[in-house]
């Protein structure tokens, strides 16, 4: 394994057989590239996406503009726990997947914004 996709890819395998989403704690994934980030709450059971939010979901790309990376994870994070409270959705299993949790980068602004804005994990 010589490159980060490589290693954060064995992260993401070594954290997800631990981390298993059920219908009462569906399980919300994010993902980052590097221009956008995505988060989706699914059920494992059945494999479904319950809620999907991202910097290229209508609703958020037109309230974006021109924003700094941060606060795009902010407003994603924030819609996130929006669109589950909307669907009785209240508590959740957090996958990082993979990616690096700190408190001022993009994941874990994302998770901090989720939080307050009413989910719990």
Do not use: W
């Not at 009462?24 to 989706?40: C, G, N």
């Not at 790309?61 to 669907?87: S, W």
């Amino acid at each position: 394994m010589s490159n980060k996709t490589d290693t954060r890819l064995r992260r993401k395998y070594r954290i997800r057989a631990r981390i298993h989403g059920t219908a009462e704690r569906p399980r919300l994934t994010v993902f980052r590239s590097s221009k956008h980030i995505y988060a989706q709450v699914i059920n494992d059971d059945t494999g479904e996406t319950l809620v999907f939010a991202g910097t290229l979901t209508k609703e958020i790309r037109d309230a974006l503009g021109d924003e700094r990376k941060l606060d795009q994870a902010r407003k994603v994070g924030e819609a996130i726990a929006k669109a589950c409270a909307a669907k009785g959705i209240t508590k959740v299993v957090f996958d990082r997947n993979g990616y690096v949790y700190q408190a001022m980068n993009r994941v874990g602004v994302l998770a901090d914004s989720a939080r307050k804005a009413g989910l719990s994990f």
